[in-house]
């Protein structure tokens, strides 16, 4: 029987010392690899779990050669009291590496979380690298793009030539244009800081209401007309539009308003209505004027006839004579009636512009009895010579003068200024007053046929009208400027043609 359990026994010998010896050539194993890559946690799990199977080999092997040993000296007796111990052991080195493996699930678990926030670090690192090499640069970057941004709009600020305007909802100026200021007559930045509102130039203070209805209930306003005060104390037509901006915390709320100056459209458009208007009433006047004056003609013929053939009787001679009298004064309306409509072209010729305004004046002062009316001229010695029609002309110098001799009265003055823009080719004559002015009411009218504000049998009303028709004959343009109690100022613009460019009077 002993020697039938040899070969048991060798195997079971040399199977326990092999296992110790494998066990330990895995711990070494497993060193040399966890030597390379140390803060790899898998190489130190199988590292315990080695030390765990070499101390469970140990103790198998211990215990099978321990019995092997004592079964062969007989000493079974002994054995069977060690055998629990040696058993328990087994087991407990089982245990130890079951709990190792056990604990390093867990501690596989917090690894994966120590390289994905190890990972996250780093990408973050790099990020900080990055802006930390690069945060100056980009600093730079944003700066120029703000300053860029803050001068485009400065820009638009500054040289717009509409008003732009901030202020609060109380209408309290917060910040206004250049081109604001001079809209309004103010002095640059007297707006600005100084506590004043916007309604305080709103001529209709109802305007400011609906203003400030329209932004709260829309949130913008567009196109709104209002009149504004100017601190020269005029009144301008503008078109007014804003937008509610709404501020944080720290900045109140502002209204950005827009405001553009219609006044000249609003001037242009009245010029445009007087011309339309006056070429209306020249063509019903060239009708009126060509129906009346044939009757008139048969009406003078006979009156002369008569006073011809009734030449002893007194008393009928001096009534024809009334009558002849009275019926060319008729004529001679008629007649400036159709000067006014006809769009004949002018019998032009080359004149000097300043020549015919000095014969008109020598004419004036020998015949017209200008009196204590002080007469000045000021010449553009650059004025070169102009095709006119001399007579028609004239005729339009007289019929200004005289205007200005009635408005000045005595004691006044009349001032001639010419004034040549070689630019545009165009000329300019000012006669000008210090008389009495026309009202505002009147100044659409006052060129219009048969308006006049001279007292009955003084004027026909057609001196204007006739100077008018004279003038847009002649390719130009008349507007006049006033105000009561200063004075007047009639403009005449004439164009200049090309051929006369080079003939320049030095008068």
Same mark, same amino acid.
């Given at each position: 029987m002993i020697f039938s359990a040899i070969p048991i026994w060798v195997v079971d010998s040399v199977g326990s010392f092999l296992m110790i010896i494998f066990s330990f050539l895995c711990i070494r194993l497993?060193?040399?690899?966890?030597?390379r890559d140390a803060n790899n946690v898998i190489w130190t799990y199988l590292l315990w779990v080695c030390y765990g199977l070499a101390l469970f080999a140990i103790s198998r092997s211990f215990g099978h050669i321990l019995k092997r040993a004592l079964l062969i000296f007989g000493q079974q007796a002994a054995w069977e009291i060690i055998q629990p111990y040696s058993g328990a052991v087994n087991t407990l080195m089982f245990v130890l590496v079951a709990s190792i493996t056990l604990f390093f699930e867990r501690i596989w678990i917090v690894y994966q979380q120590i390289l994905k926030d190890k990972k996250a670090l780093q990408t973050a690192?790099?990020?900080?690298?990055?802006?930390?090499?690069?945060l100056e640069h980009m600093v730079d970057e944003r700066t120029r793009a703000l300053t860029q941004s803050e001068h485009k709009y400065r820009r638009i600020f500054e040289v717009s030539k509409d008003m732009i305007l901030v202020c609060r909802k109380d209408g309290q100026i917060v910040d206004l244009n250049p081109a604001g200021h001079k809209m309004l007559g103010l002095q640059q930045q007297q707006a600005v800081g100084n506590g004043m509102r916007l309604q305080e130039y709103l001529a209709d203070?109802?305007?400011?209401?609906?203003?400030?209805?329209?932004?709260?209930?829309?949130?913008?306003?567009?196109s709104f007309e209002v009149d504004l005060k100017t601190a020269e104390n005029r009144q301008i037509k503008a078109l007014i539009s804003g937008s509610l901006d709404e501020g944080t915390e720290e900045i109140a709320d502002t209204i950005h308003f827009l405001v553009k100056d219609i006044e000249q459209r609003r001037l242009m458009e009245r010029q445009m209505a007087q011309a339309e208007k006056?070429?209306?009433?020249?063509?019903?006047?060239?009708?009126?004027?060509?129906?009346?004056?044939?009757?008139?003609?048969?009406?003078?013929?006979?009156?002369?006839?008569?006073?011809?053939?009734?030449?002893?009787?007194?008393?009928?001679?001096?009534? &024809?004579?009334?009558?002849? +009298? *009275? #019926?060319r004064n008729c004529k001679t309306i008629v007649e400036d009636l159709l000067? =006014?409509?006809?769009?004949?072209?002018?019998?032009?010729?080359?004149?000097?512009?300043?020549?015919?305004?000095?014969?008109?004046?020598?004419f004036m002062q020998h015949h017209a009895n200008l009196g204590d009316i002080q007469v000045e001229t000021e010449y553009d010695p650059q004025v070169p010579l102009l095709q006119l029609d001399?007579?028609?002309?004239?005729?339009?110098?007289?019929? &200004?003068?005289?205007?200005? +001799? *009635? #408005?000045?009265?005595?004691?006044?003055?009349?001032?001639?200024?010419?004034? =040549?823009?070689?630019?545009?080719?165009?000329?300019s004559i000012m006669v000008a007053d210090t008389g009495q002015g026309i009202d505002k009411k009147n100044l659409s009218r006052i060129f219009d046929p048969f308006f006049t504000t001279k007292p009955t049998g003084e004027g026909t009303g057609l001196g204007l009208s006739v100077s008018y028709g004279i003038i847009k004959n002649h390719g130009g343009d008349i507007a006049v400027d006033s105000e009561v109690g200063k004075g007047s100022t009639f403009t005449i613009t004439l164009p200049v043609g090309d051929n006369n460019n080079?003939?320049?009077s030095t008068r």
């Open positions: 497993v060193r040399q690899l966890r030597s690192h790099r990020n900080l690298v990055y802006l930390n090499q690069n203070g109802d305007h400011w209401n609906a203003i400030i209805k329209a932004i709260e209930t829309q949130g913008f306003i567009s006056l070429a209306s009433i020249g063509q019903l006047s060239a009708g009126v004027a060509h129906e009346i004056n044939n009757p008139l003609g048969i009406i003078l013929g006979y009156t002369q006839l008569l006073i011809k053939d009734k030449g002893s009787e007194q008393e009928r001679h001096e009534d &024809l004579k009334t009558i002849e +009298k *009275h #019926a000067n =006014f409509a006809r769009e004949s072209e002018p019998e032009t010729d080359v004149v000097q512009i300043h020549d015919v305004i000095d014969d008109v004046l020598n001399e007579k028609k002309i004239k005729q339009v110098f007289i019929n &200004l003068i005289m205007n200005a +001799k *009635h #408005a000045v009265e005595n004691g006044g003055m009349i001032k001639i200024t010419t004034c =040549f823009d070689s630019q545009h080719n165009l000329l080079g003939n320049n």
